[in-house]
């Protein structure tokens, strides 16, 4: 996961912990775009989910740094526009989701992120 807020990582954390016996995820968090890219570089994650909005690079550049990369990116924000969609799926993204502390909402990113997960795992 890569978000800014790493309140934002400890809720999908702590739902996550709760989803345990339905969905099994690993979670790694970067608090930076760059760091970020080292990371999804090195742990080949299943999965990233990716806030578009980064202090030091913005997700947007974090896609096009990924480009040709086996992971599905899910891209986040607090902002919901058509815009960052747009622009997010045309850079390569698989996915926008607004973000949400919803339970629901919660338990339907949950389900997004392990279907893409075993999506991955078919391709191999």
Not at 100 to 111: G, K, Q, T, V
């Given at each position: 996961?890569?978000?800014?807020?790493?309140s934002?990582?400890?809720?999908?954390?702590?739902?996550?912990?709760?989803?345990?016996?339905?969905?099994d995820?690993?979670c790694?968090?970067?608090s930076?775009?760059?760091?970020?890219?080292?990371?999804?570089?090195?742990?080949?994650?299943?999965?990233?989910?990716?806030?578009v909005?980064?202090?030091?690079?913005?997700?947007?550049?974090?896609?096009?740094?990924?480009?040709?990369?086996?992971?599905?990116?899910?891209?986040?924000?607090?902002?919901?526009?058509?815009?960052?969609?747009?622009?997010?799926?045309?850079?390569?993204?698989?996915a926008?989701?607004?973000k949400?502390?919803?339970?629901?909402?919660?338990?339907?990113?949950?389900?997004?992120?392990?279907?893409?997960?075993?999506?991955?795992?078919?391709k191999?």
């Open positions: 996961m890569v978000d800014n807020h790493e934002h990582y400890d809720c999908i954390r702590d739902f996550a912990d709760i989803m345990e016996d339905e969905i995820l690993d790694e968090y970067a930076t775009g760059k760091e970020a890219l080292r990371k999804i570089a090195s742990w080949d994650p299943s999965v990233v989910l990716l806030d909005f980064m202090p030091d690079i913005n997700g947007y550049e974090i896609l096009d740094g990924c480009e040709g990369g086996t992971a599905p990116i899910i891209v986040t924000s607090n902002t919901s526009t058509e815009d960052i969609r747009d622009c997010a799926l045309a850079r390569g993204a698989t926008y989701i607004q949400s502390n919803n339970p629901d909402d919660m338990e339907r990113l949950f389900y997004i992120l392990a279907e893409l997960s075993d999506l991955k795992e078919i191999h």
